[in-house]
C-alpha cells in the first residue's frame, strides 16, 4: 500500500483535551448514586478509553462491547450485532457509551437503541471524534473531544484495515494509487 501519514492531533492535545473530558464526565456523574457503567467500544476506542478512566473523580464501573461487521455495516435489519456483549447488567444504571469516532451515526444509534431496551436509567455518548460531514442519523455526542469535518484518520486507536492503531497521534491517512 502506498500511503501518507499526516499528524491532525498530536499527543499533547489529545492529553489535554482527555483531561477536559474526565472532569466534564466527572462532574456531570458525581451525584449519581450508583456507580456509572462506561462502555468501551473496542477495539477503535481502547486507547481513548483507557486515558478517559484515568482522568475522573467518580469510580465508574468498565465494560467491553464489540460491534461485529458485515462487510462496512454493523447492523442487520436494524439490529446490532455484537461479537461480543456487555456483562454487566445495566438495568437503572447510568451508562456512557464510549467511542472512537462518530461519523454517519448509524452503529452509535443502533448501540444506543440496543441498550436503551434494557431500561438502564440513562445512555449518553462520549466519543474520541466527532466527525459530521457524513452523519446521517441524527446523534447528541454528549462528550466529544474532537469536532472533525471529514478526512479519514488513523492512530491512537483508530485503524485502517486493523493497521496504525497504536500511534501515539491522530493522523489523516491518504492512499495514493500507483
Ligand atoms: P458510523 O456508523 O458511520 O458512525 O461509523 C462509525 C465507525 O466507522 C467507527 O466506530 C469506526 O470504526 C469507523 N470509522 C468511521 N470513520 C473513520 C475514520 O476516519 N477512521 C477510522 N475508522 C472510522
Ligand atoms: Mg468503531
Avoid: W
Amino acid at each position: 500500500m502506498n500511503y501518507s501519514l499526516q499528524t491532525v492531533i498530536d499527543r499533547e492535545r489529545i492529553e489535554r483535551r482527555v483531561v477536559e473530558l474526565g472532569a466534564e464526565v466527572s462532574k456531570r456523574y458525581a451525584s449519581i448514586d450508583e456507580a456509572l457503567v462506561m462502555v468501551c467500544v473496542l477495539k477503535g476506542a481502547f486507547m481513548f478509553f483507557s486515558d478517559l478512566v484515568r482522568h475522573l473523580s467518580i469510580d465508574p464501573i468498565l465494560d467491553f462491547v464489540r460491534l461485529a461487521s458485515y462487510g462496512k455495516s454493523t447492523s442487520r435489519r436494524g439490529q446490532v450485532v455484537f461479537s461480543k456483549d456487555m456483562e454487566m447488567d445495566i438495568t437503572d444504571r447510568h451508562v456512557l457509551i464510549v467511542e472512537d469516532i462518530v461519523d454517519t451515526g448509524h452503529s452509535v444509534a443502533m448501540l444506543q437503541k440496543v441498550l436503551l431496551a434494557r431500561d438502564p436509567a440513562s445512555v449518553a455518548v462520549c466519543a474520541l471524534v466527532d466527525k459530521y460531514e457524513r452523519r446521517e442519523k441524527e446523534i447528541e455526542v454528549d462528550f466529544s473531544g474532537f469536532r472533525l469535518e471529514k478526512g479519514f484518520i488513523v492512530g491512537y486507536g483508530l485503524d485502517y484495515a486493523e493497521q496504525f492503531r497504536h500511534l501515539e497521534a491522530i493522523c489523516e491517512l491518504k492512499i495514493h494509487d500507483a
